[in-house]
């Protein structure tokens, strides 16, 4: 199971921190995926982290503000989101995916297998 927290309203130019922890899995066999939705539109790849957490993958739309990690001793990954924006409004979901190569993660969704209940971040005025 996944279960990902830390959402909540915030004004522009603010900060949250999203977690997500893995039960269930041997975690550190596993990268993790930040995804996003909005109402009406596609699910977004955001942020990913391998296995060995050597490697990080972010989308453009997030380069620079938003950084991911993980704590393999708590079975948790924890997207850190600087500089809101507006359009970072949605529901945040976080995910699993198996990668031969443990410095690997990609941003595809269909990749991710078992999914978490997402959580709403706002940003707005």
């Known amino acids: 199971q996944l279960q990902a927290s830390g959402g909540g309203s915030v004004q522009p130019g603010g900060s949250l921190r999203l977690s997500c922890v893995v039960s269930?899995?041997?975690?550190?066999?596993?990268?993790i995926g930040w995804f996003r939705q909005v109402p009406g539109k596609e699910r977004e790849g955001i942020s990913c982290?391998?296995?060995?957490?050597?490697?990080?993958r972010h989308a453009d739309s997030v380069k620079g503000r938003f950084t991911i990690s993980r704590d393999n001793s708590k079975n948790t990954v924890y997207l850190q989101m600087n500089s809101l924006k507006p359009e970072d409004t949605a529901v945040y979901s976080c995910?699993?995916?198996?990668?031969?190569?443990?410095?690997?993660?990609?941003?595809?969704?269909?990749?991710?297998?078992?999914w978490g209940q997402g959580t709403q971040v706002t940003v707005s005025s």
């Open positions: 995910a699993t995916a198996h990668y031969y190569r443990d410095y690997v993660c990609l941003l595809e969704s269909y990749e991710y297998k078992v």
């Open positions: 269930g899995y041997t975690f550190g066999d596993y990268a």
């Open positions: 982290i391998s296995s060995s957490g050597e490697g990080t």
